[in-house]
């Protein structure tokens, strides 16, 4: 059974940080590019970065520069570190995998995703 399970979501002030993690179970972790999306209320999902099997990265738009990612190969996890948050930032953010061909921003090339982690930001 394939689980992708999201963690360290929460309430935090604008200016915070947060770590998001994604641990995944019931593939081969290692041949996985993993990204991460987010979703506001009323809003698309958004790509906020992404890391591939080899771990090359990428990242969007709106956080670039704030942010980073990292996988964790011996514990089948990937990792997302938000600095200087702001209340735009509140959203809910998916982990998503697929297996590795090119890293990709786009939602729909993406086989595998987590139900979500809120992120709240106060002002």
């Known amino acids: 059974q394939v689980r992708l399970v999201e963690s360290g979501g929460g309430l935090v002030q604008a200016g915070g940080s947060l770590r998001l993690s994604c641990e995944v179970s019931?593939?081969?972790?290692?041949?996985?590019?993993m990204g991460w999306f987010r979703q506001a209320p009323g809003k698309e999902r958004e790509y906020v970065a992404g890391?591939?099997?080899?771990?090359?990265?990428s990242y969007g738009y709106p956080v670039k520069g704030r942010l980073s990612i990292s996988r964790d190969n011996t514990k089948n996890t990937v990792h997302l570190q938000i600095d200087n948050l702001s209340p735009e930032d509140t959203a809910v953010y998916y982990c998503?995998?697929?297996?590795?061909?090119?890293?990709?921003?786009?939602?729909?090339?993406?086989?595998?995703w987590g139900q979500g982690t809120q992120v709240t930001v106060s002002s």
């Open positions: 998503a995998g697929k297996l590795s061909r090119v890293l990709s921003t786009v939602a729909n090339d993406y086989d595998y």
């Open positions: 019931g593939l081969t972790f290692s041949l996985l590019d």
């Open positions: 890391i591939s099997w080899s771990e090359s990265t």
